[in-house]
């Protein structure tokens, strides 16, 4: 041993050998490390809602077919995949500065991402339809919902601000353009003249929507509006016998008029409309709905069917209960038929059909006309002890639209009756007023009364 350690080429052999050693079991822990490392920290993120943008020829070129927005996938390490989600520093995009016209399949690209990240593009290529970009002008029609004007009133010819727009577009597109509508879906029911925007869709022959740009996208729509008949109350008659133990309690209709549109020579002769209600197969509480007959000479009603609320009850409980009342009152027989008999002078209701609608309060400043009811009449109808209701007379009441609180515009007010006693009590039919209000003079249909 001493001689091998005394030699110096043994020396260096063993040296060679402990340094050969290190070497491999330094290395071979690196590599694990590194490995480890690199492991950990790697990630892979989804974007959503990455837009795409496309390079091409926008002077005469018309592009379709590319996406707004892709998907996105990244991998690699973990800090520069958590950077680009949180910057989205990168683009993608489509190439087609070099494309021919017709239809072709191009491969959406990246650029500006980082070089140690995968990027995956969702679609990765897109069929994109090139061709030559065209211009023209074409005039707009406008389409007006159901709901835009009210019931007994019709829409005039809207008035359109611009008349034509120009829509670009693909040329074998524009040859396809059929309809440019404007379509005014408003529900306001409005009784005179409104301006609204509406958005301009084009549409090819079968009513696809095209895939185009239009410049404006809005216009401004004016609808003139006019009366188009007149306000009559409603009548509801019972027809028929409900079952055996059944009666009918009350039928309250849904409105209390309907509009008739017709000549006014017609019109003028119409009070009200009488609807016949079949309870023949009525055996509980129900909800019917009827049709409203065209008056004799008049072209349509509005609305065409109203709903009816029938109250039912069973004559046995009916019964029952007068008997109850009956048996409670039997202490003092003469009393009890004297106070029956009195109560049944006592309460009575008195009608006035046609009474005038008055308007008070109305400021200086305004003018009012009133909408409904159309003719300015109601129907009252007083309920009190006989010999006072019996010395009630038209000339003592009035029936009063308080319009102090109005603004411009639509205004509805409830009716009110004055000339009455404090323990008469009274119901008008229709319970309420409509007025368009206006601070230009207008003529005023509404006469007025002092209160």
Same mark, same amino acid.
């Given at each position: 041993?001493?001689?091998?350690?005394?030699?110096?080429?043994?020396?260096?052999?063993?040296?060679?050998?402990?340094?050969?050693?290190?070497?491999?079991?330094?290395?071979?822990?690196?590599?694990?490390?590194?490995?480890?490392?690199?492991?950990?920290?790697?990630?892979?993120?989804?974007?959503?809602?990455?837009?795409?943008?496309?390079?091409?020829?926008?002077?005469?070129?018309?592009?379709?077919?590319?996406?707004?927005?892709?998907?996105?996938?990244?991998?690699?390490?973990?800090?520069?995949?958590?950077?680009?989600?949180?910057?989205?520093?990168?683009?993608?995009?489509?190439?087609?500065?070099?494309?021919?016209?017709?239809?072709?399949?191009?491969?959406?690209?990246?650029?500006?991402?980082?070089?140690?990240?995968?990027?995956?593009?969702?679609?990765?290529?897109?069929?994109?339809?090139?061709?030559?970009?065209?211009?023209?002008?074409?005039?707009?029609?406008?389409?007006?919902? #159901? *709901? +835009?004007?009210?019931?007994?009133? %019709?829409? &005039? @010819? /809207?008035?359109? =601000?611009?008349?034509?727009? $120009?829509? !670009?577009?693909?040329?074998?597109?524009?040859?396809?353009?059929?309809?440019?509508?404007?379509?005014?879906?408003?529900?306001?029911?409005?009784?005179?003249?409104?301006?609204?925007?509406?958005?301009?869709?084009?549409?090819?022959?079968?009513?696809?929507?095209?895939?185009?740009?239009?410049?404006?996208?809005?216009?401004?729509?004016?609808?003139?509006?006019?009366?188009?008949? #007149? *306000? +009559?109350?409603?009548?509801?008659? %019972?027809? &028929? @016998? /409900?079952?055996? =133990?059944?009666?009918?309690? $009350?039928? !309250?209709?849904?409105?209390?008029?309907?509009?008739?549109?017709?000549?006014?020579?017609?019109?003028?002769?119409?009070?009200?409309?009488?609807?016949?209600?079949?309870?023949?197969?009525?055996?509980?509480?129900?909800?019917?709905?009827?049709?409203?007959?065209?008056?004799?000479?008049?072209?349509?009603?509005?609305?065409?069917?109203?709903?009816?609320?029938?109250?039912?009850? #069973?004559?046995?409980?009916?019964?029952?209960?007068?008997?109850?009342?009956?048996?409670?009152?039997?202490?003092?027989?003469?009393?009890?038929?004297?106070?029956?008999?009195?109560?049944?002078?006592?309460?009575?209701?008195?009608?006035?059909?046609?009474?005038?609608?008055?308007?008070?309060?109305?400021?200086?400043?305004?003018?009012?006309?009133?909408?409904?009811?159309?003719?300015?009449?109601?129907?009252?109808?007083?309920?009190?002890?006989?010999?006072?209701?019996?010395?009630?007379?038209?000339?003592?009441?009035?029936?009063?639209?308080?319009?102090?609180?109005?603004?411009?515009?639509?205004?509805?007010?409830?009716?009110?009756?004055?000339?009455?006693?404090?323990?008469?009590?009274?119901?008008?039919?229709?319970?309420?007023?409509?007025?368009?209000?206006?601070?230009?003079?207008?003529?005023?249909?509404?006469?007025?009364?002092?209160?």
């Amino acid at each position: 041993m001493d001689r091998i350690l005394n030699n110096k080429w043994s020396i260096r052999i063993i040296a060679l050998l402990l340094a050969a050693i290190l070497f491999t079991s330094v290395n071979a822990n690196n590599n694990n490390a590194t490995t480890f490392s690199t492991t950990s920290s790697s990630d892979t993120e989804v974007i959503e809602n990455v837009p795409v943008k496309v390079y091409y020829d926008k002077t005469n070129l018309y592009i379709s077919g590319v996406p707004e927005t892709v998907t996105v996938t990244l991998s690699g390490p973990r800090s520069i995949v958590q950077s680009a989600k949180a910057q989205q520093d990168f683009t993608v995009y489509a190439d087609l500065k070099n494309a021919s016209i017709g239809t072709q399949e191009v491969k959406l690209k990246v650029k500006d991402a980082s070089d140690r990240l995968k990027v995956k593009i969702n679609p990765a290529t897109v069929n994109v339809n090139v061709q030559e970009k065209v211009t023209k002008k074409f005039s707009v029609d406008v389409e007006l919902s #159901k *709901s +835009v004007v009210a019931d007994g009133y %019709q829409a &005039g @010819t /809207p008035i359109i =601000d611009p008349k034509k727009v $120009s829509i !670009t577009g693909a040329k074998d597109t524009i040859e396809q353009i059929a309809y440019v509508k404007a379509t005014l879906e408003n529900d306001g029911k409005h009784k005179s003249e409104f301006t609204d925007k509406a958005t301009v869709s084009v549409f090819d022959s079968n009513l696809n929507k095209l895939d185009v740009d239009v410049s404006p996208q809005e216009v401004e729509v004016t609808v003139p509006v006019e009366k188009v008949g #007149k *306000s +009559v109350p409603i009548k509801i008659k %019972q027809e &028929g @016998t /409900p079952e055996s =133990d059944i009666e009918i309690s $009350s039928m !309250t209709p849904d409105k209390v008029e309907v509009v008739v549109v017709g000549d006014d020579t017609v019109l003028d002769k119409i009070k009200e409309i009488e609807i016949p209600i079949d309870v023949t197969k009525i055996k509980a509480d129900t909800v019917k709905e009827v049709t409203v007959p065209v008056p004799s000479g008049a072209k349509s009603v509005q609305p065409t069917t109203i709903e009816v609320k029938i109250k039912t009850v #069973k004559k046995s409980e009916a019964t029952n209960k007068t008997t109850t009342s009956k048996e409670e009152n039997t202490t003092n027989p003469d009393e009890n038929t004297t106070d029956d008999s009195e109560e049944k002078d006592t309460k009575i209701s008195k009608s006035f059909p046609n009474m005038q609608v008055y308007m008070s309060g109305l400021k200086n400043t305004f003018d009012s006309q009133m909408v409904t009811p159309a003719n300015g009449k109601v129907s009252v109808t007083i309920t009190g002890e006989k010999k006072i209701v019996d010395d009630i007379a038209v000339k003592d009441l009035s029936v009063i639209a308080n319009l102090s609180k109005s603004k411009a515009g639509d205004y509805s007010v409830p009716l009110e009756l004055t000339g009455l006693p404090d323990n008469v009590a009274y119901v008008i039919n229709p319970t309420k007023a409509d007025f368009i209000i206006t601070e230009k003079e207008a003529q005023n249909t509404v006469p007025s009364k002092n209160t």
